[in-house]
């Protein structure tokens, strides 16, 4: 087969230059129709005719459109290297040199839709070879062509656990095509949001240059083609329209053209990029309070989608601010109640709330909009494990896991239930699975440094929530296990200090603040420790172990009347007779006798 630009003269067929013409003109048309199965049909009639470049690209994407990307794979494998075409026959022919780009590409995404990553790295390997061809010859690819090359790629090599050249894909992708915001965001996503800043990537006095992104298609430039189904028997080309020409503006019908694109235009949408951008930088970066201050930037209009929503309730949740993710995302199912986005993390929160109710009728819900997800089966999940039925959660993670290979946080919670039934290897391997596809994912550190406490293997419990805290140093839920880590081991001034940082980013944080007085106690600061018990009685007065922890204070402190008496009271609020308890009084008892008896 031949692959240069047409072969439609060689046809044996009347008219075949006409009729490729017509062919192309319905291909477009279906696939804006959604008749996938037709265009594959008048796609393979025009490469049977032609057995162009283009041609190939045609049938090649319809496959895709219609979701067959193993077709797609096997196809562009059967027919490659399509010739062995060399340098010099892109140099004098540039639409062939569109069409082979855009057959390289379709066939790479449809690697990396299939999970071929090998096959993948060598097909966007063969393309960046092409592109810098191109660009030695003066004939450069276009910049929006490019940019969707580096974002695909950083695809790959974040799957493949390779953060460093993944990240300098992604930030090649948005620089160069600063509308390419996806790759901003996995960019931010995989550590480098406290590198970026969202005001000088969309800085909209790129407004002018950024305006070539859109001239997408192969040289010349055609108008757009009228649609019409009518196609007259006696239809011809204009006179000053060969059919060469025809057959190139088919294929551009759907794109946008430079010159359609106002300036202003792309300026004022380059400054709603950049409140967004900053906001995502600075949620990813888990500066949560800045970033929801960022949010308010954002124009109202765009503040009740979903994406904002979903941002906005994520901050909360970072915070552990759980009731107030929880009415946001109550707000972002009013405004999309079929999207799946951001409720395994909605059905996490109220899982931390304990509100089984709301929780299961999340559950219910989401099996009615699509049962198979594998972000349903993970709310799924949360709702069994929080019935406390952790064998069908860890099913449910399973199958989750299973359906969709790249979500880490379904791996993480199964981690979780693991970690909850005592299996302690599944745990681990639930953990570092979820971390080799995201390696600075800090809850499945976290978990891990909860494992090595379970095994009260301290040191190495200490490592692991060292990780977790350089990733995220904003939450206090983590900072006060770390102290408890140090705690263990003895380090009582360093387990001080991470629980007054824990409450200094929240003040909330209850189990913060009695994990801080019983460290006091231990370095023997009562009356420090007597302030914070003080706030624990009145903000949570039905809490046994403020009491017991009063009690032992006022023993210290030589009161042993008032450490008796909230002894009593911590034995009143336990519904079971508690030996623990029993044994302070016991003990306390013990002592004021030896006090009383005379040497």
Known sequence: VNYMTNNSSSAPWPDAGDVGIALRRIIVQSHSLYLYENAIFMAERLFALESSMESLYWVAQSYFLDGNYSHVFHLLTHHFPFQSLTASDFHNDQELAYWYWKTMHIWGVSCLKLNKNQQAEFVFGQQRTFQKQQEENGTPIPAAHTAATDYFMGILWRRTSQQKPASQHFIKSFMVNPFCFCAFEEACSIGNSSKLKATNI??????????????????????????????????????????????????????????????????????????????????????????????????????????????????????????????????????????????????TALYQLKRDKELSGLAQAMVETDKSCARTLAVLANCF????????????????????????????????EHFILDDIEEALQAYRHALHIHPLHYNAWFGMGQVYVKQEKFDSAEYYFTVARKINSNSSPLLVHYALSLQAQQKYDQALHWLKTAIQLQPKNLLARLKKAQVQLQLQQYTDALEELNYLKEHAPKEVSVYTTLG????????????????????????????????????????????????
């Open 202 to 347: 969309f800085s909209d006095t790129k407004g002018q240059q950024q305006a070539s992104l859109f001239q997408d298609g192969p040289p010349p430039a055609p108008a757009p083609l009228d649609m019409s189904c009518e196609m007259q028997e006696d239809e011809q080309p204009q006179q000053n329209e060969s059919p060469q020409t025809q057959k190139v503006a088919d294929s551009a019908t759907l794109q946008l053209r430079g010159n359609n694109v106002p300036v202003s235009g792309l300026k004022s949408l380059l400054q709603m990029l950049t409140l967004f951008g900053e906001a995502f930088r600075l949620i990813c970066g888990y500066k949560c309070v800045e970033g929801m201050q960022a949010i308010q930037a954002i124009p109202q209009h765009q503040q009740c989608t979903g994406w904002v929503l979903n941002l906005l309730a994520r901050a909360h949740s970072e915070l552990a601010n759980y009731d107030d993710a929880c009415s946001v995302f109550r707000q972002l199912r009013k405004v999309e109640p079929y999207s799946t986005q951001g409720m395994v993390e909605y059905s």
């Open 385 to 416: 494990s929080l019935a406390g039925d952790h064998e069908t959660a860890v099913k449910l993670l399973k199958r989750g896991c299973k359906m969709d290979r790249f979500s880490y946080y379904s791996h993480t919670l199964r981690g979780h």
């Open 552 to 599: 032992k204070c006022h023993k210290y402190m030589k009161d042993p009347t008032k450490a008796l008496h909230y002894f009593n009271l911590a034995l009143d609020l336990e519904p079971k007779e508690n030996p623990v308890i029993k044994n302070l009084i016991d003990k306390l008892h013990e002592e004021r006798n030896a006090q009383q008896q005379p040497h």
